[in-house]
């Protein structure tokens, strides 16, 4: 909010990303026509079928998945896909890794973060887990109030934001689950796992 007060286009980078090209991004990416994102994945998601996912189906899903937090994309979905149910919307949401936006200052006007309606959004998620929390295994319990990137998602939807998809090239993601599949190639090097290590060779 405050870099838009100041610039037209703003690329936004987590210390963990590691730039590894001379391209310009602002260039490729036409900020002026959607908000520059890439989609999460999870290896845990695609056990809940579409159409099928209920409280009960994400608990089912938590239990299978043994170090299963706040953080996981499984639980950022159930997060966003509970909190667009609220709203009658039952639309497929992808979870954004906020690691790298790009974000224009209209967007930035439009998407309106802290503004509007963000208590009522508070209130819902307080009241998510209030009604589910008889069950500790209920996936409720790792529904939070700072979990910026479940938000950033959920208010892309709900605020009708066109998103440009970055690609692996763009947004290489490289956790725990893919070591050893460093996309060396990728103009940008997300070390989710911080083995900043398995890319000198890079970079000397």
């Known amino acids: 909010d405050i870099l838009a007060n100041q610039y037209d286009e703003v690329f936004y980078f987590d210390l963990d990303v590691v730039p590894n090209t001379t391209e310009n991004i602002f260039e490729h990416f036409d900020l002026s026509t959607g908000i520059a994102l890439a989609p999460s994945y999870s290896p845990h998601r695609d056990y809940l079928p579409f159409g099928e996912r209920t409280f009960q189906t994400y608990v089912k899903a938590a239990n299978a998945v043994p170090d299963i937090d706040s953080r996981s994309v499984l639980v950022k979905y159930a997060f966003v896909r509970n909190l667009l149910m609220l709203d009658g919307i039952y639309d497929e949401p992808d979870i954004w890794n906020t690691g790298i936006i ?60 066109n998103v440009h998809k970055m690609d692996d090239m763009w ?4 956790k725990e689950w893919n070591v050893g599949q460093l996309n060396s190639e990728a103009h940008m090097i997300h070390f989710i796992n911080k083995r900043f290590e398995d890319a000198t060779n890079l970079f000397g």
């Not at 503004?115 to 996936?139: P, W």
């Not at 947004?171 to 490289?174: A, S, T, V, W």
């Open 171 to 174: 947004h290489h993601m490289y």
């Open 102 to 161: 790009g974000i224009d200052c209209k967007s930035v006007q439009k998407l309106n973060y802290f503004g509007g309606d963000f208590k009522e959004i508070v209130a819902e998620i307080c009241g998510m887990r209030n009604e589910h929390t008889f069950f500790k295994t209920d996936i409720t319990q790792y529904f939070g109030l700072n979990d910026g990137e479940g938000l950033l998602s959920y208010l892309t939807i709900s605020r009708d934001l």
